[in-house]
């Protein structure tokens, strides 16, 4: 199988390349050559928005997007000519935070206020795939977690856990998250091409969510450590303490699950991502939470004990 793999040098589309790579697939990556690349892959170096004829010689099996926009979709189609399989991976985003929960495959796309543009450029993706190659699939996740996340999400907690910090907990903690291991998504991208099921929309993650106080909880027993939480009350604003923000959505993944068989257990899944970041940690990019908790929270937490 020759399966072509658009960028391929951070997180999703790099652990995706790698996954086949490892399985003996003849991979290619199509990226601008500005990062080191996947091993046992083949570079196509090129900006996806200027291809030109560079895909012309090429008849690729499959597909494996993480196309952003309709212009994204459309440039690459029109360099590729034929077509085989199409997988994008799309995002929850797509969906309103004003529907109801959990969010189905059915549920009504318009714009997130929460994500904006990043989830009406996704619909639009979508569509534009869709009206162009209708045997295509489409993947929804939540938050992808596991090996190689360069988003500062798990990897701040192991920070906090590593330097021994408290943790700054939004409220009581019991905002609720779903995860989704790379690894599965991966796998559920292998099902589709075994299993070609008639639908081709699909949500994916983990069936159960897990409140903050509990996911923060797994990340510091990684490092065999628990945490002692100092909660946060609700008018400091969550993102510039916290890695996610104050919304808390649910995705519903049956249509999934009568597929795969069983997902990675989140415990162990941010046991693995431990493991990487402990040996990566210059790939994971930084935000600045530490130094709006000890510049700016701890003397909000202050005022608040001296009202």
């Not at 291809?51 to 997007?65: C, E």
């Not at 929960?101 to 009406?120: A, H, I, Q, S």
């Not at 690894?183 to 929309?201: A, M, N, Q, S, Y």
């Amino acid at each position: 199988m020759k399966i072509l793999v658009t960028g391929g040098t951070v997180f999703v589309s790099r652990y995706v390349a790698e996954y086949y790579a490892q399985k003996g697939r003849d991979v290619y990556v199509l990226n601008r050559n500005t990062r080191p690349q996947p091993p046992n892959t083949t570079l196509i170096q090129a900006d996806r928005h200027h291809l030109g004829d560079i895909l012309r010689p090429y008849r690729f099996d499959l597909v494996i997007d993480t196309a952003y926009t309709a212009r994204d979709v459309d440039m690459l189609l029109d360099a590729l000519g034929e077509v085989g399989d199409y997988i994008l991976i799309s995002s929850g985003a797509v969906y309103p935070e004003t529907a109801p929960l959990p969010f189905t495959e059915d549920t009504e796309l318009k714009v997130n206020r929460y994500w904006d543009r990043y989830g009406t450029d996704k619909i639009e993706a979508e569509a534009a795939l869709l009206r162009r190659v209708p045997g295509a699939y489409i993947l929804r996740p939540p938050y992808i977690y596991g090996p190689m996340n360069n988003v500062y999400r798990e990897a701040f907690v192991f920070d906090c856990a590593s330097l021994g910090r408290k943790f700054y907990l939004p409220g009581d903690g019991s905002q609720r998250l779903q995860f989704f291991h790379i690894r599965d998504l991966c796998r559920f991208t292998e099902v589709l091409l075994l299993k070609r099921p008639g639908r081709h929309i699909f949500n994916v993650g983990n069936r159960d969510g897990v409140s903050i106080r509990e996911w923060v909880r797994l990340c510091y027993r990684a490092l065999g450590k628990e945490p002692e939480f100092v909660e946060v009350p609700g008018n400091v604003e969550q993102r510039k303490y916290f890695c996610f923000y104050d919304y808390e959505y649910m995705l519903d993944v049956a249509r999934q699950d009568e597929l795969l068989d069983g997902v990675t257990d989140l415990e162990a899944g941010l046991k693995e991502a431990w493991e990487w970041y402990r040996e990566n940690g210059d790939k994971v990019n930084r935000k600045p939470y530490f130094e709006f908790i000890d510049g700016e929270l701890l003397n909000i937490l202050e005022g608040h004990k001296c009202r």
